[in-house]
C-alpha cells in the first residue's frame, strides 16, 4: 500500500504565504508525476501544479508567479510554495502521486492525499 500524507494547510491572510508538504510512503518503485490539485466549496477539483521525476512542470495559470512546485526524488516529497495568496485561493488542497510498487514496477497508479484546508481570509 501506499500513503500520502499532506501538512502546512491553514488560515493565512491575504498576501501571505503557505507552504505544503506531501511525503510519500509504502510499498514505493517508482514515483512519475506528483503534484497538486485543489477544490473550492461547489467547484470541482482542478490543478493546481504538477511535476515530473525529471523536473518539469506545469502550473496553473491562476498560480502563476505565485506558487512555486519543487520535488525531492529521494525523500518522495512534493512541496508547493504558495505566495501572494488571495481570498480566491482558498480551497481544500490534495497532493497527487503516480507511483508504481515494488510488485508491479511497471504499473502506475494514482493515489490521492487526505486534503489539507487552505484558508485565505483577513
Known amino acids: 500500500q501506499v500513503q500520502l500524507v499532506e501538512s502546512g494547510g491553514g488560515l493565512v491572510q491575504p498576501g501571505g504565504s503557505l507552504r505544503l508538504s506531501c511525503v510519500a510512503s509504502?510499498?514505493?518503485?517508482?514515483?512519475?508525476?506528483m503534484g497538486w490539485y485543489r477544490q473550492a466549496p461547489g467547484k470541482q477539483r482542478e490543478l493546481v501544479a504538477i511535476?515530473?521525476?525529471?523536473?518539469?512542470?506545469n502550473v496553473a495559470d491562476s498560480v502563476t508567479g505565485r506558487f512555486t512546485i519543487s520535488r525531492d526524488n529521494a525523500k518522495n516529497t512534493v512541496l508547493l510554495q504558495m505566495n501572494s495568496l488571495k481570498p480566491v485561493d482558498t480551497a481544500v488542497y490534495y497532493c497527487?502521486?503516480?507511483?508504481?510498487?515494488?510488485?508491479?514496477?511497471?504499473?502506475?497508479?494514482?493515489?490521492w492525499g487526505q486534503g489539507t484546508q487552505v484558508t485565505v481570509s483577513s
Open positions: 497527487y502521486a503516480g507511483v508504481a510498487q515494488h510488485s508491479a514496477p511497471r504499473d502506475y497508479t494514482a493515489y
Open positions: 509504502g510499498s514505493i518503485f517508482s514515483i512519475n508525476t
Open positions: 511535476i515530473t521525476a525529471g523536473g518539469s512542470t
